[in-house]
């Protein structure tokens, strides 16, 4: 048995030396207007998420990932936002549920 001082020690040790990937998790925005996303790509790395926010006067889009058996958001009007976290690299492709001609791209890499 280890004595409880020596304990607290490695636990601060290993609190010390942790990477900080959970602080330095970032948020990247893609704005929605004229029926487009900018940017239609953004690069992000694993654990962060993409903010789509929409800008339009009055029409509402989503984002759907097709590859993804069709896993869509919540209709987004405008001033909202919806957030979505990426785990896994790759290249995933979304477009818009009522807008199929509007498609952008997360490239989630490292
Ligand atoms: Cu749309």
Not at 73 to 101: K, L, M, N, Q, T
Request: with cysteine.
């Amino acid at each position: 048995m280890l004595p409880l001082r020596s304990i607290q020690a490695w636990a601060l040790l290993l609190a010390a030396l942790m990477p900080l990937p959970a602080l330095a998790q970032s948020v990247v925005e893609v704005r929605i207007a004229g029926y487009r996303y900018d940017p239609v790509e953004v690069r992000i790395k694993p654990g962060d998420s993409v903010r789509w926010v929409n800008d339009e006067k009055r029409t509402s889009h989503s984002i759907l990932f097709p590859a993804e058996g069709g896993r869509e958001s919540e209709r987004i009007f405008p001033g909202e936002s919806w957030e979505r976290r990426f785990d896994a690299p790759g290249r995933h492709v979304y477009r818009c549920g009522p807008h199929p001609e509007m498609t952008g791209v997360v490239l989630v890499g490292d």
